[in-house]
């Protein structure tokens, strides 16, 4: 299943002009406030209309310019999660849940409303009411009620920016669910790239409206050029397997060849799961350190250099065919005398992945 989008929308001052295609799995569309992603979302989504362009799915015309064909929003087939779960308050969970199912064509092939609830864990809650619901459980029931509509494809936008911290860490391993065990592809707007480390499948980085890059996530993230200068929250994606949990509360885990040890993860041996390594929190030396703390000395490629403005620096890093980057001064780059293809190596501490930051 393929989203096929070329949009033209002039919005006040603001004009979008973006065209890309999303394959299986969730594409997330990724950028600074005000970039656009919301407008792309509504859309799609059949809330909007475009000055010019089209939609389509899988080949389907949900809408065109050219042609003049329209399809209104319930037509799309589409389910929408926003940042506020929109339940119906007056309605248990149960009900909410049906109203979902009311949506769903006769001829559809529907999730069974029981794995739904099963893959959500939201059995508990189906006669409770809305109000009676954490943040992160509403948002549960709101994606249980949009997956019953059997929709053809989920828009999610900015689906966890009004949770906190603990309930982003609940919410999110859902969102991996259903990338991974259903056949139904996401479109998702995220401007925190810890969140977009952990989901994407494909990334369309979009900037003023425009779209500035579209990839595979890991070579997008792991791209110094796309990859915010001063955000802290730059950095790498690898996919790693769990390879064993030591007695000492450290897990090794592999990724490709690169072997990595880090605090406990919560998967089995043989997992495979996907660690976001923040850019800050890899040091670079010429030389092969020791007698440090650090559990990771990684050797790598320097690939390229991307020198910022002010005092910093991005290094992107060939980790066993694997891309990392590390944040450092240009002083460090003048000092260490780096340069493309230079051999050195890369050090991570163990405990600075961050939870969110493996999953
Ligand atoms: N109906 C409208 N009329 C006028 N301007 C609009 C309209 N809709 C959106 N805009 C403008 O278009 C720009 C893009 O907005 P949009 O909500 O798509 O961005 P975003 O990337 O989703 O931002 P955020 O991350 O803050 O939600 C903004 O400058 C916004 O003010």
Do not use: C
Request: net charge neutral; aromatic share 4%; no cysteine.
């Amino acid at each position: 299943m393929t989203l096929d989008v070329s949009l033209t929308q002039t919005l006040g001052a603001f004009t979008l002009d973006v065209a890309f295609t999303a394959p299986a799995g969730v594409t997330v569309l990724f950028g600074p406030s005000g970039s656009g992603k919301s407008s792309v979302i509504q859309a799609v989504a059949g809330l909007s209309r475009p000055d010019k362009g089209h939609v389509k799915l899988d080949g389907e015309v949900l809408m065109d310019s050219a042609s003049g064909r329209w399809l209104p929003p319930r037509a799309r087939r589409l389910g929408t999660i926003f940042q506020d779960a929109r339940l119906f308050p007056h309605m248990s969970v149960a009900r909410n849940l049906a109203y979902g199912t009311r949506f769903a064509p006769r001829d559809a092939v529907a999730l069974p409303r029981d794995r739904v609830i099963d893959m959500l864990g939201i059995g508990d809650l189906l006669e409770r009411r809305p109000h009676s619901l954490s943040g992160g459980e509403k948002q549960r029931v709101a994606i249980g009620r949009a997956l019953l509509a059997a929709p053809r494809m989920l828009l999610a936008d900015e689906p966890l920016a009004a949770l906190d911290e603990a309930r982003k860490a609940e919410i999110l391993p859902y969102f991996e669910r259903l990338r991974d065990e259903l056949d139904i592809p996401i479109l998702y707007v995220s401007h925190a790239a810890a969140e977009v480390a952990r989901l994407a499948t494909t990334v369309v980085v979009l900037e003023q409206g425009r779209v500035r890059r579209v990839g595979p996530a890991a070579e997008v993230l792991g791209d110094p050029e796309i990859t915010p200068m001063g955000s802290g929250a730059a950095g790498a994606m690898l996919e790693a397997r769990v390879v064993t949990h030591h007695p000492d509360g450290l897990s090794e885990l592999d990724a490709d060849g690169l072997r990595l040890l880090l605090p406990r993860v919560a998967r089995d041996p043989g997992a495979t799961l996907r660690i976001h390594v923040e850019a800050q929190d890899v040091m670079l030396a010429r030389r092969r350190p020791e007698d440090i703390s650090a559990l990771n000395v990684l050797p790598v490629t320097v690939r390229s250099i991307r020198m910022g403005d002010g005092p910093g620096a991005l290094v992107q890093l060939d980790a066993g065919g694997n891309l990392l980057l590390a944040r450092i001064t240009r002083r460090s780059v003048a000092a260490m005398g780096l340069a493309e293809g230079q051999e050195i190596f890369a050090v991570l501490k163990a405990v600075s992945v961050a939870r969110d930051g493996v999953g």
